[in-house]
């Protein structure tokens, strides 16, 4: 085993996969099934949730993740189903969380806040993509809370993903339904970003075929490359410090062939320009920077939702099923 796999080996471990799957022709194989997070307690992805958005008749799946017993970070646009720049007049959320079995809670929200500059979803551009909701009540005693990443994320930081959104593999796109109980985990590379105001405000990320594996940029391999699927959006992008899960992100759209196929990219808003609003908001301040060389991050899934101009997909799913 080469270091590279080794650390990644270490990082990851048998159940930190990919949400979208590889493929099950190569060894070691890759499945959606080898991909879920267990709902135990004990998981490090326990304070990750599904959202269920409820909005001018029509219902939609999301991911979020806790940041306080009382606040939970997803996509601005689970807020905001018709891409006006505003919180949907009559919009229900309900948090389910999945800490020792299936939908072991269900807790609704009572307040929402846009991160200020959002103006819909590609309404013109996919920046300021950020939501906070506010619980009815804390979160159950013993769920996990991210600290918030004190630093900007560069590229080729590799990051880890979970969110409830479809999956399937990469040679044949997505197969799975969205779920709110099926959580799976998987990771990449940030390859690049689009700037805003002086600010890496979006970071882009390629979903790369197993046999790029050991090219400048290419796979992390097939049993932990992936991009987010519909169902996703508002998944968070992890960095594991010393076993420590630190958010720095939330994913908010696909792009490419919208399928889930390799070669596509996903992407999302880096939180570092957006710590002060959601300090101010949620009275979360971000913790410093830990003094290490080895950065690896994770990235909680992004998509739900419906096909966008531009060849976006954005993140939030009608439901049809529950997966």
């Known amino acids: 085993m080469s270091p590279v796999a080794a650390q990644l080996a270490s990082d990851f471990g048998s159940i930190y996969k990919a949400i979208q799957a590889g493929t099950g022709t190569l060894s070691p194989s890759d499945s959606p099934a080898e991909r879920v997070d267990p709902n135990t307690f004990s998981s490090p992805f326990a304070g990750v949730g599904s959202l269920t958005i409820t909005s001018g008749g029509n219902s939609y799946i999301g991911t979020a993740v806790a940041i306080s017993p009382w606040y939970v970070l ?53 920046t300021n993509d950020l939501g906070l909701l506010r619980l009815s009540q804390p979160l159950p005693a013993g769920v996990p809370v991210y600290p918030l990443w004190n630093a900007p994320l560069t590229v080729g930081q590799t990051f880890t993903t979970v969110g409830y959104g479809q999956s399937g593999s990469g040679d044949f796109g997505y197969s799975i339904s969205a779920s709110f109980s099926t959580k799976r985990v998987g990771g990449n590379v940030i390859d690049s970003f689009t700037q805003a105001a002086g600010q890496n405000a979006v970071f882009i990320y390629d979903f790369d075929a197993p046999a790029t594996i050991g090219t400048v940029g290419g796979s992390l391999g097939n049993g932990v490359e992936t991009i987010i699927g519909y169902g996703d959006s508002g998944s968070p992008l992890f960095l594991n410090i010393n076993g420590q899960y630190y958010l720095g992100g939330i994913n908010t759209f696909t792009q490419g062939s919208g399928l889930g196929l390799y070669g596509d990219q996903g992407g999302g808003i880096p939180l570092y320009p957006y710590l002060d609003w959601i300090g101010s908001t949620a009275g979360v301040a971000a913790v410093p920077e830990p003094a290490t060389t080895s950065l690896y991050v994770g990235l909680v899934v992004y998509a739900v939702g419906s096909i966008r101009r531009r060849r976006k997909q954005r993140a939030h799913l009608p439901v049809t099923d529950d997966g």
């Open 74 to 126: 997803t996509a601005g646009h689970n807020l905001d189903t018709n891409d006006d720049g505003v919180v949907d007049t009559g919009i229900s959320i309900g948090l389910s969380l999945n800490a020792g079995s299936n939908q072991s809670s269900f807790l609704s929200v009572s307040q929402f806040a846009l991160c200020p500059g959002f103006t819909g979803f590609l309404n013109p551009s996919v």
